[in-house]
Nanobody
Framework: QVQLVESGGGLVQAGGSLRLSCVAS????????MGWYRQPPGKQRELVAS???????NYADSVKGRFTVSREDAKNTVFLQMDSLKPEDTAVYYC?????????WGKGTLVTVSS
């Protein structure tokens, strides 16, 4: 079992930045992949970014060049730095951990980008 707690969401103007954090209840060294997903209002959940244990990142095309995913294993934490935010980035952002091929989810943090 892995509990995940996200933080860092909020209201920001277009062009601004936010940094999301996700703290896991256990060491993330053994977690194969950790990622960030988002669910815009009225839409399906989608992958934003993920990072493997060897720190290989993967990004959705819509956020490449604006978002950066990173992990700090010593603190069991994964981050999502979001820059140049756009109104279409508005969504609930969820942290995800793939642990022994089983996905675990946090409860999400709301990001609202005003125009």
């Amino acid at each position: 079992q892995v509990q995940l707690v996200e933080s860092g969401g909020g209201l920001v103007q277009a062009g601004g930045s936010l940094r999301l954090s996700c703290v896991a209840s256990r060491s993330i060294i053994s977690i194969k992949t950790m990622g960030w997903y988002r669910q815009p209002p009225g839409k399906q959940r989608e992958l934003v970014a993920s990072i493997t244990g060897s720190r290989e990142p993967n990004y959705a095309d819509s956020v490449k060049g604006r978002f950066t995913v990173s992990r700090e294993d010593a603190k069991n934490t994964v981050f999502l730095q979001m820059d140049s935010l756009k109104p279409e980035d508005t969504a609930v952002y969820y942290c995800n951990a793939l642990y022994y091929e089983q996905p675990f989810w946090g409860k999400g943090t709301l990001v609202t980008v005003s125009s």
